[in-house]
């Protein structure tokens, strides 16, 4: 059974701090992993990692991918307020036009 | 640019009730999904449709029914509420391109039912 799980659940951190999410994943035909913000509304996309592209940087955040062993990091460096959020990792497939998503890791960024 | 729109934002409904939760997008993509998020479970995927006239069950997909008449639209039916339905739910959609595919939400639609 095709499974997407992240870690932790919850974290709280002080600003100035750098945390780092978790995401492993148990799927068959993997093409691409995402992660998304989630604030108040909608999830917003900040990452693809595919098969080609394992390392992406954009300002503080960064993530790698590594295929080998089927997980995928997220760091983010100088955490502010504005990082409170909900970070969802989701993995497409090959072939299967969906999306599996982890449950989320809610941030809480204290002043 | 719209982008995904859904409506309405906010419903409340009696048990028994039902409804229908309206999607479209602008993007001209092929792929269209419903999603509920409850607390502590992510998003789980309810109906989803690779093209116009096709519909297929995902994750969650009991007490619920989807159409997809036109290419932008893809409704979400609730033929008889429970409060088990409470939830927040996102519409999305993707096209495919030779990385992989890209997901847009919708800004959501929160139903309670009482």
Redesign the interface.
């Known amino acids: 059974e095709d499974k997407v799980v992240?870690s932790p659940?919850s974290l709280v951190v002080h600003e100035g701090d750098t945390v780092t999410l978790n995401c492993s994943y148990e799927v068959t035909n993997f093409?691409?992993l995402?992660w998304y913000k989630q604030e108040k509304?909608?999830?917003?996309?900040l990452f693809?990692l595919?098969s080609?592209?394992i390392e992406k940087k954009s300002g503080r955040l960064s993530s790698i991918l590594d295929k080998k062993e089927l997980f995928s990091i997220l760091n983010i460096t100088a955490t502010q307020t504005g990082d409170s959020a909900i970070y969802?990792c989701?993995v497409?497939k090959y072939n299967f036009?969906?999306?599996y998503?982890?449950?989320?890791t809610k941030l809480n960024v204290k002043p | 640019n719209a982008g995904v729109t859904q409506t309405p934002k906010f419903r409340v409904l009696k048990t028994g009730q039902s409804m229908t939760l309206l999607c479209a997008q602008d993007m001209n993509h092929e792929y269209m999904y419903w999603y509920r998020q409850d607390p502590g479970m992510g998003l789980r995927l309810i109906h989803y449709s690779v093209g116009e006239g096709t519909t297929a069950k995902g994750e969650v997909p009991d007490g619920y029914n989807v159409s997809r008449l036109k290419k932008q639209n893809f409704l979400l039916g609730l033929e008889s509420a429970a409060p088990s339905q409470t939830s927040v739910y996102f519409c999305a959609s993707s096209t495919t391109t030779g990385a992989g595919n890209t997901i847009y939400f919708g800004e959501g639609s929160w139903l309670t039912v009482v």
């Open positions: 992240q659940l093409r691409s995402l509304k909608a999830p917003t996309f693809m595919t080609s592209g969802l989701a497409d036009n969906k999306f998503f982890g449950s989320g």
